[in-house]
């Protein structure tokens, strides 16, 4: 199994950029396809980014290709979510995830959320 906690998420004005962290322990990181999620008030949980497991293989949801860049540090057992040019919709609660198959965007493995909010 693997445990992941992440971090990063504030308040930030329209436009402006925050970068959120996963921290995993347990399992070896390098070993597991990692993805974000995020939760706006009142909405279903949405795909947002996906990494492969070597880190050179990615995806992005048609809503944030463009202004988030997805990353990972195997040696430091991170991933990352670079959010630049933030907009008052991508406020949500960001998850990150961890799966085996990149394919199959099956995810048995979540962190607790950080709250993102982006005023106008």
């Known amino acids: 199994q693997v445990q992941l906690v992440e971090s990063g998420g504030g308040l930030v004005q329209a436009g402006g950029s925050l970068r959120l962290s996963c921290a995993a322990s347990?399992?070896?990181?390098?070993?597991?396809?990692m993805a974000w999620f995020r939760q706006a008030p009142g909405k279903e949980r949405e795909f947002v980014a996906v990494i492969n497991e070597a880190g050179y293989r990615t995806s992005y949801a048609d809503s944030v290709r463009g202004r988030f860049t997805i990353s990972r540090d195997n040696a430091e057992n991170t991933g990352y979510l670079q959010m630049d040019s933030l907009k008052p919709e991508d406020t949500a609660v960001y998850y990150c995830?961890?799966?085996?198959?990149?394919?199959?965007?099956?995810?048995?493995?979540w962190g607790q959320g950080t709250q993102v909010t982006v005023s106008s």
């Open positions: 995830a961890a799966g085996v198959d990149y394919s199959a965007r099956l995810y048995p493995y």
């Open positions: 347990g399992r070896t990181f390098s070993s597991y396809v």
